[in-house]
């Protein structure tokens, strides 16, 4: 943080010190000159005005590796060691590396603009030269050669309390400019207080045990579900060596707040056991790495078994993404509180503590009205944000406490930003390392030198994914502040508690302010909707399981590490991994389907349709209504109208056939479709359309009913022949006369006729109508 002025009892201003510097110098060339620059002024003496030393071309590198101790007592001795390389194209000869001991700083912004301008230009400060400077030989182009310098820290002759500024510099000439002169330098920082201050600073380190996301949402068919990883990089982390697994180690000897994303836990949890991991191709392999995830898994139980523990949300949400492009999609917030609910158990269930879950934790700390609004909607009332966030804009002249009511209940836990971005660099170098660690506690003393009797608490936040190397550094630096004269540590729950400085902004930020590199980081509307897309359909697809929990807690987890932060700076990879999710889900609802039919042919009036459904699933479903609907109730009619239903519910691994009966009243084809729907009334998968051919006679039947008839015809035939060959033998044998030679008696007359009696003819070949009563062969 910037500060108004310098500050009473303190060193001048830069600028003050250039001006008295450049009187001095202009004073004292004359005399100076004629100095030998290697015997330099004795190491025992007073500080003098810097010696008017000649600027080279700076060509020589110079690199402090180590300074230790990094924060020295009054019987230490300061040791620094490095490497000098010779980027020119002229050796360098008549050397020598020295140390260069500046004033003490007036405050953090000097600390913040020294740091800027660590290498190269004017050299300052006085040399500590004699018998503590040390000469190097030649030193040809390209090469390099390593230094050791150490000075008794009373030979520094350093006076009050304060940040001093030690240079490294080699001094030497070259053929071309024969004279001695500063050829290169390296600048770094020196906290210097030796006693136990009256008032030590309260800081609070924040030691995030964060990862990317790497489960999949695919499970195994068995009963433990076995869980599928979409690469093998965790165990990579979690080994020996791993960034997490050194994560775990350096923090444990350290005082800091643990903060945990659960899904890392869920990871490795799953680790423990039998799992697969899905190559490139598609294929899986299984997974070889449950003994490592086991110890890791052991350690953390260790480590935090008498510590408090903040939970992030599960998988860390995007609260900014959330806030900026989630909250015009309907439903996305549900899926933070469902985050939030689920990052208790998942701790409690793996490390066997409760965890603070009041926090959340937005994208580098930055803030605005909606991320508040959004960060506190599914239960937390603290927020961690930053002080190039929420910043100082009333001059305060020194570093306020952490805490800060932002209204509605809510406490805003202001992190230090210089503090939490001192180690995000390439710490693989050790000059890098050292560079840091010695700033991380320049700052961190003048801090409590800025306010020496105003207790504060500080919070220190970095990155949310730090390297091994990174890890290392910070854990330096920790150990130092923590065993210093002018610090003590406290957890994130003492800061928050601690008492609000009234003259501490607590005005959050407009939108406006929202920094441009984190909002083009963010995840667009467009994942969100994908994301809520997704929901919709599992929630189609859990109501018809017998057991939804095998479902819905992997899908729901994974659209949690969907809105994961994880994803920023890799929007292609998070768009695949929604797609993933997505499809998986999909190739899932599609196991429960109905069986594509043909042409169905009717005969008849009335007759049954079957409709076949299908689970490939392996378990079963419930809860599904089948309805075949007719086209054309008019003609034909499903059951007693135009569509008919039925329940389903099909075991896993099996098919189940519906029969539906129909009604035809007339012939043709109809199309009918079948569809299954939810109980709620939602369709669920495709619809199976076929053609109902109704036939009311077959050509069978036809056929059949051809031969009847002519069967009759031929019988009729047949008995039209043999009566007409009777009536012509009767006709030829004359009439049967009685005794007297009369006709016999008329019916009805002397012989009545029997019923049995046949009725004879009443003329040869007679084709009149048959009287009535009268009887007709046929």
């Known amino acids: 943080m910037a500060e108004a002025a310098d500050f009473p009892g303190m060193t001048p201003s830069p600028a003050h010190r250039k001006l008295r510097r450049a009187g001095a110098l202009l004073a004292g060339a004359p005399l100076l000159a004629g100095l030998a620059l290697f015997g330099g002024a004795p190491a025992d003496a007073a500080p003098q005005a810097p010696a008017a030393d000649a600027t080279g071309t700076n060509t020589v590198d110079v690199s402090v590796n180590s300074l230790t101790p990094s924060a020295p007592g009054d019987d230490d001795t300061v040791t620094v060691t490095g490497t000098l390389t010779n980027d020119g194209k002229q050796a360098v000869d008549n050397a020598h590396v020295a140390l260069r001991l500046g004033s003490a700083l007036g405050g953090r912004a ?41 000075v008794p820290v009373k030979q520094l002759h350093l006076g009050d309390d304060g940040v001093y500024q030690l240079g490294v510099a080699l001094t030497g000439q070259t053929a071309i400019q024969p004279y001695q002169q500063t050829l290169g330098i390296q600048r770094t920082f020196l906290p210097w207080h030796p006693d136990a201050a009256d008032t030590k600073t309260k800081t609070t380190f924040l030691w995030p045990l964060i990862s990317q996301t790497h ?69 899986e392999v299984a997974g070889k790495n449950q003994a490592v995830a086991k110890q890791w898994l052991n350690d953390l139980k260790n480590a935090v078994a008498d510590q408090k523990v903040v939970a992030l949300p599960f ?27 689920a990052a208790s158990s998942t701790v409690e269930t793996v490390l066997h503590i409760k965890p603070d879950t009041s926090y959340a934790w937005p994208a580098d700390g930055a803030i605005d009205p909606s991320i508040v609004n959004v960060a ?35 406490t805003a836990v202001v992190a230090d930003a210089q503090l939490s971005e001192a180690f995000e660099g390439d710490m693989t170098k050790a000059e890098n390392s050292t560079l840091a660690v010695q700033e991380f506690l320049a700052q961190s003393l003048m801090i409590n030198l800025q306010e020496p009797d105003n207790e504060r608490s500080i919070v220190v936040a970095p990155q949310r994914m730090p390297s091994a190397s990174q890890a290392q550094s910070m854990a330096e630096a920790i150990k130092t ?16 508690k601690a008492k609000p400085d009234p003259a501490a902004t607590t005005r959050i930020p407009s939108s406006r302010f929202y920094p441009s590199y984190l909002r083009k980081q963010e995840l667009p509307q467009s994942a969100f909707e994908a994301i809520q897309d997704t929901q919709n359909k599992l929630t189609n697809f859990q109501v018809i399981l017998s057991d939804p929990s095998r479902v819905v807690t992997p899908f729901g987890r994974a659209m949690d590490r969907q809105m994961s932060a994880s994803w920023r700076d890799r929007a292609t990879e998070a768009k695949a991994f929604r797609e993933s999710v997505a499809d998986y889900l999909t190739s899932l609802t599609k196991q429960v389907k109905l069986i594509d039919k ?134 030829e044998e004359g009439p049967d006369d009685g005794p007297n030679g009369e006709s016999g008696p008329e019916p009805g007359e002397d012989d009545p006729e029997q019923p049995s009696d046949p009725t004879p003819d009443t003329a040869p070949e007679s084709v009149d109508p048959s009287g009535t009563g009268e009887r007709v062969d046929r």
């Open 110 to 150: 000097s600390i913040e603009n020294a740091s800027r301008h660590a290498s190269g230009g004017v050299p300052d400060g006085r040399e500590i030269g004699g018998k503590y400077a040390k000469k190097v030989s030649t030193l040809a182009p390209g090469s390099t050669q390593d230094f050791s310098l150490s």
């Open 215 to 283: 489960l999949t949402a695919e499970t195994g068919s068995d009963e433990q579900q076995t869980r599928v990883f979409h690469d093998d990089d965790l165990a990579k982390e979690i080994a020996p060596g791993g960034r997490l697994q050194q994560m775990l180690s350096l923090g444990t000897d350290l005082d800091v707040t643990w903060v945990i994303d659960p899904d890392l836990l869920a990871s490795v949890d799953a680790m423990t056991r039998p799992y697969r991991i899905k190559e490139a191709d598609g294929t």
């Open 315 to 341: 998988a860390d949400p995007d609260l900014a993404s959330l806030a900026h492009n989630g909250t015009r999609v309907t439903g996305s917030l549900s899926h933070l509180k469902d985050a939030t609910d």
């Open 376 to 410: 506190t909607s599914a239960g937390a009332d603290k927020v961690i944000a930053r002080s190039d966030s929420l910043r100082e804009r009333g001059g305060l002249p020194y570093t306020p406490s952490a805490a800060r009511p932002i209204g509605s209940g809510t």
């Open 481 to 496: 502040e923590q065993s210093s004269t002018w610090s003590q540590s406290q957890d994130l729950a003492a800061a928050t």
């Open 598 to 731: 043909s042409e169905a042919k009717l005969s008849g009036r009335s007759a049954t349709i079957p409709v076949t459904v299908q689970n490939n699933l392996v378990q079963g479903v419930d809860h599904l209504v089948l309805r075949l609907t007719s086209t054309n109730g008019t003609r034909l009619k499903i059951r007693n109208g135009p569509y008919d239903e039925q329940p389903i519910k099909v075991a896993g691994g099996h098919s189940q056939s519906v029969k539906f009966t129909t009604t035809s009243n007339a012939n043709g084809r109809v199309p009918v479709f079948a569809q299954l729907y939810t109980e709620d009334g939602q369709p669920y998968g495709p619809e199976v359309r076929f053609d109902v051919n109704v036939t009311e006679i077959t050509p069978t039947v036809m056929l059949v009913m051809a031969g009847g008839v002519l069967l009759l015809v031929l019988a009729g035939f047949r008995m039209y022949t043999q009566r007409k060959r009777a009536a012509a033998r009767r006709a």
